[in-house]
């Protein structure tokens, strides 16, 4: 019968395994997204027609409303969108944009005219006349105007209001009108149906209040298609929005992704051209003012990029990052830089060194890779690179305290329990910004990785019988991530698989804080 392990090696092999499943999982992670997924062919690499915005360009939005786009620059767009597209369409007036219908019809396309509504009348009216003025220049290129988007869904114009405009402009132009808002909108409202020459529904999975995975997402847009011609049979139905964002946070099974875009857009074109309905595609490019309205989604529902180069082909394989090679590198480097970082150490803390910067590196470049997708402006680009090399240097200071206690030297001191209480209160926070206000936040698992798992070692491997208690702040801040991480997952309907890994880090930081906590009660001599 073999002799008991020695209790250092029961203490001790757990770790050892923790590393090298952490360092595994990140090259595992890097080599996945690189790989070629299969999907099914669009029946063609032309679209019908697509929506088309040309405030692309960092710090351009057509918020501001000193903005203008030259003809040139709309020539140079259109030129190339008419290689793939027959028709173009548009959501205001103004600010260049006026242009369009003479341009695209120099490229034998049409246009789906768009007139901005929103609370301010004065605007309105000026739109409105740009608009009608437009459509009259330009009858042969003019497809349709449509007269507000979203306006009721923003709540900002009644329905009557609405109506009032969509009767002025059909009163004045020789062209079918009509109003674009999201499905449900027209079933609130159908008596906007006598307002407009044919209906106008956007239709986006990933957005609808219960969002639908890439999977099923086109056999909902059919439901959804067959359920607004039956509220208004007879009518004609147009598709004026569809579409899947590239980047963003998930939304419960709808995954924001380059592989999921291609496969939704290649499925629904080989869909609508069975049923030959009319539809316009979201969007030409990326557009990244949208952030700011709607999160890192809102700024990559582009078919190209805010550059204009194709995100991905309209047949064979795609590929979620062709350069997943940089997060290896980036692993390699953090593993040397660990090692290097961690003075003379024996053959063990030397590999748990190069183990631990190889998985923290790995992580924060793939937190680094989001911020490339999340970050809009110099404030936000300096405090994600900020929280960066504070969680690298964490986990560096960790790190340094595991290995000696993997090579058998005595324990060293405990790292500052401040750092500990720091990181607890970024962790609470975050958590209740993803709790109370979370549907347009990103989950940052790579920042928050590097000091949950460090300290989730740093308990496991310190003297039990020694254990310092936390702190007053370390205890209350313990509180909390745990139920907020919860109501997060909740939320997400225990779908979101980036959801229980937000709650499996939240575990990691506070579970070994609510052992000490625990333990220094059981020690108090009454």
């Not at 395994?17 to 997924?37: E, F, K």
């Not at 740009?130 to 507000?148: C, D, E, K, S």
């Not at 986006?204 to 086109?218: F, I, K, M, S």
């Not at 347009?440 to 308990?459: I, N, Q, S, T, V």
Request: glycine content about 8%.
């Amino acid at each position: 019968m073999s002799p008991a392990a020695p209790p250092v090696f029961r203490r001790v092999w757990p770790a050892w395994l923790a590393l090298l499943l952490a360092a595994l999982a990140g090259a595992t992670w890097w080599w996945a997204i690189g790989r070629p997924v299969a999907l099914p062919d669009a029946p063609s690499a032309r679209i019908a027609c697509v929506s088309y915005a040309p405030f692309r360009l960092a710090g351009e939005t057509p918020l501001d409303a000193r903005a203008y786009i030259s003809p040139e620059r709309i020539d140079a767009d259109l030129r190339a969108l008419s290689q793939r597209f027959d028709c173009v369409r548009t959501y205001s007036q103004g600010q260049g944009l006026s242009a369009v219908p003479e341009i695209a019809g120099r490229y034998g396309m049409q246009v789906l005219l768009g007139i901005w509504l929103g609370g301010d009348a004065k605007s309105n009216a000026q739109q409105v006349a740009l608009g009608i003025a437009t459509a009259n220049r330009y009858p042969q290129v003019v497809r349709g105007l449509i007269v507000g988007n979203e306006v009721l869904l923003r709540g900002e114009l009644s329905p009557a209001r609405l109506a009032g405009y969509l009767q002025q402009v059909r009163a004045a132009v020789g062209v079918p009108v009509t109003y674009a808002d999201v499905w449900e909108f027209w079933l609130r409202h159908p008596e906007l149906a006598g307002s407009v020459d044919y209906l106008t529904i956007h239709i986006l999975p990933y957005w609808e209040d219960q969002p639908v995975p890439p999977e099923g997402a086109v056999q909902h847009v059919a439901a959804v298609y067959a359920k607004v011609q039956q509220a208004f049979p007879g009518r004609r139905v147009m598709i004026g929005e569809t579409g899947w964002p590239s980047a963003g946070r998930p939304r419960q099974a709808a995954s924001a992704s380059v592989v999921n875009e291609a496969r939704y857009l290649r499925e629904f074109l080989r869909y609508a051209a069975t049923v030959h309905m009319p539809y316009n595609v979201i969007e030409a490019f990326d557009q990244p003012w949208k952030r700011a309205q709607e999160g890192t989604a809102g700024g990559y529902w582009g078919i190209f990029d805010a550059q204009a180069r194709p995100k991905f082909a309209m047949q064979g394989p795609v590929t979620e990052e062709p350069r997943w090679w940089l997060g290896w590198l980036a692993a390699a480097a953090g593993g040397v830089l660990f090692a290097l970082a961690g003075g003379r150490r024996r053959r063990a803390g030397r590999l748990a060194l190069l183990l631990a910067g190889t998985a923290s590196s790995s992580a924060l470049a793939w937190q680094y890779r989001q911020a490339l997708y999340a970050c809009r402006d110099g404030w936000e680009w300096a405090l994600s690179l900020a929280a960066c090399a504070l969680a690298l240097l964490t986990a560096l200071r960790l790190a340094r305290w595991i290995a000696a206690r993997l090579d058998g030297d005595p324990a060293p001191g405990v790292p500052p329990r401040w750092l500990r209480a720091g990181w607890l209160f970024a962790l609470a926070y975050y958590g209740l910004l993803l709790a109370v206000d979370g549907r347009y936040r990103d989950f940052p698992l790579g920042l928050f990785w590097l000091p949950c798992a460090g300290y989730a070692l740093l308990g496991w491997l310190g003297e039990r019988r020694a254990a310092v208690p936390p702190l007053p702040e370390e205890r209350f801040l313990a509180l909390w991530p745990l139920p907020l991480a919860l109501a997060v997952l909740v939320q997400e309907a225990g779908l979101t698989p980036v959801a229980w890994l937000w709650l499996g880090l939240n575990l990691l930081l506070v579970l070994p804080v609510l052992v000490e906590w625990w333990r220094g009660r059981r020690l108090v001599v009454p």
